[in-house]
């Protein structure tokens, strides 16, 4: 099954912005279908963290925020901060497959 | 507020059957999506399978051939089968709802904790 395409990893230092990018295909978000992020700290489950391309759940921080157009998207984090140290997935859904697919996931380094 | 809670062995013999369950606490497992996804060591998430509380499903391409999953709505469970494992389906393996009821296309908002699944 193919993957959504992701940076393996990005870094920033305290206070700066990163952005984590996200690439699909005709199957997926070509097809018009909503990219969702997903924030994974070490040991713990995946959270959702960005919905429908732009949302954010109840209780994120507006420090992240996310853009999208045609097949790609874009996860932005402002204000970094040490917690923020984790694996971001995108997911979406792939009509090929008639189900979910993710991206290989970016570990977000914070110098 | 729904919670889950993945359940099964944790470790399982080369060519045996991986078998895992998810309950559903909190709200009732009617009407909704339900995913497994695994996270290999050192990989990405790979989601697995869905099933609808009726009971339709489908799976990953990759895995459809060792893959099946039911639902018991009356025990608010819903259950994953992985016959004839290798080492690579060494995971930890979620179970997961998606966001909006009767749509397989929203987010998943609620994740199980997970639970490790050694095949040796």
């Known amino acids: 099954q193919s993957m959504l395409t992701q940076p393996p990893s990005v870094s920033g230092a305290p206070g700066q912005r990163v952005t984590i990018s996200c690439t699909g295909s005709?199957?997926?978000?070509?097809?018009?279908?909503?990219v969702h992020w997903y924030q994974q700290l070490p040991g713990t489950a995946p959270k959702l963290l960005i919905y429908d391309d732009i949302h954010r759940p109840s209780g994120v921080p507006d420090r992240f925020s996310a853009s999208r157009s045609g097949t790609s998207a874009s996860l932005a984090i402002t204000g970094l901060q040490a917690e923020d140290e984790a694996d971001y997935f995108c997911q979406s859904y792939d009509n090929r497959v008639s189900g979910s697919v993710f991206g290989g996931g970016t570990k977000l380094t914070v110098l | 507020q729904v919670q889950l809670q993945e359940s099964g062995p944790g470790l399982v013999k080369p060519s045996e059957t991986l078998s895992l369950t998810c309950t559903v606490s909190?709200?009732?497992?009617?009407?909704?999506?339900w995913d497994w996804i695994r996270r290999p060591p050192g990989k990405g998430l790979e989601w697995i399978a869905y099933i609808y509380t009726s009971g339709s499903t489908n799976y990953n391409p990759s895995l459809k051939s060792r893959v099946s999953t039911s639902v018991d709505t009356s025990k608010n469970q819903f259950s994953l089968k992985l016959s004839s494992v290798t080492a690579a389906d060494t995971a930890v393996y979620y179970c997961?709802?998606?966001?909006?009821?009767?749509?397989?296309?929203?987010?998943?908002?609620?994740w199980g904790k997970g639970t490790t699944v050694t095949v040796s």
């Open positions: 909190g709200d009732s497992i009617s009407n909704y999506y």
């Open positions: 997961a709802r998606h966001s909006r009821a009767n749509d397989v296309w929203s987010s998943i908002d609620v």
């Open positions: 005709s199957s997926d978000l070509g097809s018009n279908y909503n």
